[in-house]
């Protein structure tokens, strides 16, 4: 099991210029989530899919996020334009289907590095 | 508003010696508490985990305590290693639901 792959590691971009991060979730997975991590916030959630679908994007800071799903083994979020208050670790995490009396871990990558100049 | 709230924000220990990690939460709703290691350059990935119903979980030389009346829980990392220099995050779930609340991390350093 290959695990949670992002890409690109790094982006470093000049603000105005559209980025867009890569996720491949854990094979059989059927929860996708992002995170965006600063030293200020910590960890917080930008959107999470089950089954490819959207369901909670209440953490997307503004309409320059976006994040889709096209299929269960591919996920991009874009920002379009990008901003230097952008900078940030942005993290992809995948679960297998939670349950009523079951919490299943959440397996990350290793992430993509974000710099916005 | 941070659902969870975590400290100390950074944290330095002797090898051999003990570190705690505290974290507090208002929503009783929550029923699930795993603590999430992170090396650098890497992902968190969950460590230890711990529901209300028992006050202590012990693995190897991690340990949750578990306080419920005070919404209190906490990370034990005993005979520290250099090896357990990292950043370690707590978090809350309410069973059922998808979302996972972490605090804002605390970032430990095992001296030699």
């Known amino acids: 099991d290959a695990g949670v792959i992002q890409s690109p590691r790094h982006e470093v971009t000049e603000m105005g210029q559209e980025v867009t991060l890569r996720c491949k979730p854990i094979s059989g997975h059927d929860y996708l989530f992002w995170y965006r991590q600063t030293m200020m916030r910590g960890l917080e959630l930008l959107i999470y899919?089950?089954?490819?679908?959207?369901?909670?994007d209440s953490g997307m800071p503004e309409d320059r996020f976006s994040a889709k799903m096209p299929n269960a083994s591919f996920s991009t979020l874009k920002i379009q334009p990008s901003e230097p208050r952008d900078s940030a670790v942005y993290f992809c995490?995948?679960?297998?289907?939670?349950?009523?009396?079951?919490?299943?871990?959440?397996?990350f990558g290793n992430g993509t590095r974000l710099t916005v100049t | 508003q941070q659902q969870v709230k975590q400290s100390p924000q950074s944290l330095i220990v002797q090898k051999g010696g003990i570190s705690i990690i505290n974290c507090a939460y208002e929503?009783?709703?929550?029923?699930?508490f795993p603590w999430y290691q992170q090396f650098p350059g890497k992902g968190p990935a969950l460590l230890i985990a711990?529901?209300?119903?028992?006050s202590e979980k012990k693995e190897g030389r991690f340990t949750i305590s578990f306080n419920k009346s005070a919404k209190q829980f906490s990370l034990h990392i005993m005979d520290s290693q250099p090896g357990d220099s990292a950043t370690y995050f707590c978090?809350?779930?309410?069973?059922?639901?998808?979302?996972?609340?972490f605090g804002t991390g605390t970032r430990l350093t095992v001296i030699p």
């Open positions: 929503n009783t709703a929550f029923d699930y």
């Open positions: 995490a995948s679960s297998s289907r939670q349950g009523l009396f079951y919490n299943s871990p959440l397996h």
């Open positions: 899919f089950n089954n490819n679908v959207p369901i909670d």
């Open positions: 978090a809350a779930q309410q069973t059922g639901a998808n979302n996972l609340f």
């Open positions: 711990i529901r209300p119903d028992v």
